[in-house]
């Protein structure tokens, strides 16, 4: 900003909001991890990826040894709304039998499994393993 002699304003928000007010011209741009999907691509101009994260499960004791897919059966998995992980567990809860509990974002999401009100939390490997580190 300071090289383009622009202000900033930082405008924190919801990760699920974030597409919204950048389609609405509320905000011009977005700077947190956003996978670039095709449909997004089709409507967001992107810059090069800058992190590679991966999906995965951070359990809770209440979730017992997870050792497959179809050891979520029954279970609830907690997700941050708007984000790949959400699309995902929408997808593949009715095939593998699991409940989704959507919430405002990833930290939401792991508080759940902590207070023993979701078995798991599917989120970037990055969040699960700062929640691993914080909560150990």
Not at 50 to 59: R, S
Not at 68 to 84: E, Q
Not at 93 to 113: M, T
Request: net charge neutral.
């Amino acid at each position: 900003a300071k090289q383009m002699a622009r202000r900033i304003d930082l405008a924190p928000a919801a990760f699920a909001d974030l597409l919204p007010a950048l389609e609405s011209g509320r905000i011009d741009l977005v700077g947190a991890p956003l996978t670039a999907t095709p449909e997004r691509a089709r409507a967001f101009a992107f810059t090069e990826g800058y992190l590679d994260a991966h999906a995965q499960l951070v359990a809770g004791p209440r979730a017992g040894e997870l050792r497959a897919l179809a050891d979520l059966k029954g279970r609830t998995v907690a997700v941050a709304r708007g984000t790949t992980y959400e699309q995902w567990a929408h997808a593949n809860g009715p095939r593998y039998a699991f409940r989704v509990e959507a919430v405002s974002d990833d930290a939401a999401a792991i508080a759940l499994v902590t207070a023993g009100r979701a078995d798991a939390a599917l989120t970037a490997h990055t969040a699960a393993a700062y929640a691993v580190m914080r909560h150990a």
